[in-house]
C-alpha cells in the first residue's frame, strides 16, 4: 500500500523567511509525487509534480521540491514566504505501473506567515 | 484557463435522504475523480471512472454510492441513502489521462447530513 507521511500539522514563519514543509512516502513501486495548495474555502490547486525525471522540481509560486529516494522523501520548500502563501498542503503520492491511478494524500500542513 | 467545477457549493440533508452532486470535469478530459474529507481527517479516494465505466473504487465506495456521465459534460456522485458519516467535503477531480498525471480539482461540495 502507498502512504505519505507529512510531517509537521502546522508550520509558522515570517514573512521574507524560508520555508519548508516535509514529506515521506512509502516506496513500493516508483512513486509519481505531487503537492497541492488548498487556500480557504477554495479547491485543491497543483504546486508541483515528480514523475521520474528531474529530481528538483520547480512549480508555481517560486515552491519547489527534491526526490530523494535514499530518505524517501519529498520536501516542499521556498526561500522567501509571502503572506499568500498562508495556507493547506498536501503531499500527494500515486504509483506508475501498478494500474491504480487515485492519489493518496497527506493529512496536510497548515503553512501560517507571520506579517 | 480551464477549470472543474461543482454544484451545489454546500448541501443539507436529512439523514436516509439522496443525494446527488454534481461535476463539470475538464471538457478535453477523460478520467474523472470523487475524493472526499471528512473535517479533520485526509482527503480519501472514493472512485475513478472511464471509458463510461468505473475502473477502480475505495473500501468507502460501497453500494449507497454510484457514479454517471448522464451526458457529454457532466459527472455525477449519488448517494442513495445518506447517513450521518456521510457528511464531508466531496471532491471531483479530472485527468487528461490515467497513470501518473496530475488531476485537477473542482472546489469541493460540502454535504452535511442532520
Known amino acids: 500500500a502507498q502512504s505519505v507521511t507529512q510531517l509537521d500539522s502546522h508550520v509558522s514563519v515570517s514573512e521574507g523567511t524560508p520555508v519548508l514543509l516535509r514529506c515521506n512516502y512509502s516506496?513500493?513501486?516508483?512513486?509519481?509525487l505531487f503537492w497541492y495548495v488548498q487556500h480557504p474555502n477554495k479547491g485543491l490547486q497543483l504546486l508541483l509534480k515528480?514523475?521520474?525525471?528531474?529530481?528538483l522540481v520547480k512549480g508555481i509560486n517560486g515552491f519547489e521540491a527534491e526526490f530523494k529516494k535514499s530518505e524517501t522523501s519529498f520536501h516542499l520548500t521556498k526561500p522567501s514566504a509571502h503572506m499568500s502563501d498562508a495556507a493547506e498542503y498536501f503531499c500527494v503520492v500515486t504509483y506508475s505501473g501498478a494500474g491504480s491511478y487515485q492519489l493518496t494524500f497527506g493529512k496536510g500542513t497548515k503553512l501560517s506567515v507571520i506579517p | 484557463e480551464p477549470e472543474v467545477t461543482q454544484t451545489p457549493s454546500h448541501q443539507v440533508t436529512q439523514m436516509g435522504q439522496e443525494v446527488i452532486l454534481r461535476c463539470v470535469p475538464i471538457?478535453?478530459?477523460?478520467?474523472f475523480y470523487w475524493y472526499r474529507q471528512i473535517l479533520g481527517q485526509k482527503v480519501e479516494f472514493l472512485v475513478s471512472f472511464y471509458n463510461n465505466e468505473i475502473s477502480e473504487k475505495s473500501e468507502i465506495f460501497d453500494d449507497q454510492f454510484s457514479v454517471e456521465r448522464p451526458d457529454g459534460s457532466n459527472f455525477t456522485l449519488k448517494i442513495r441513502s445518506t447517513k450521518l458519516e456521510d457528511s464531508a467535503m466531496y471532491f471531483c477531480?479530472?485527468?487528461?489521462?490515467?497513470?501518473?498525471?496530475?488531476?485537477?480539482f473542482g472546489p469541493g461540495t460540502r454535504l452535511t447530513v442532520t
Open positions: 515528480y514523475t521520474s525525471a528531474a529530481t
Open positions: 477531480a479530472s485527468s487528461l489521462a490515467g497513470g501518473p498525471y496530475e488531476q485537477y
Open positions: 516506496s513500493s513501486y516508483s512513486p509519481s
Open positions: 471538457s478535453n478530459h477523460l478520467y
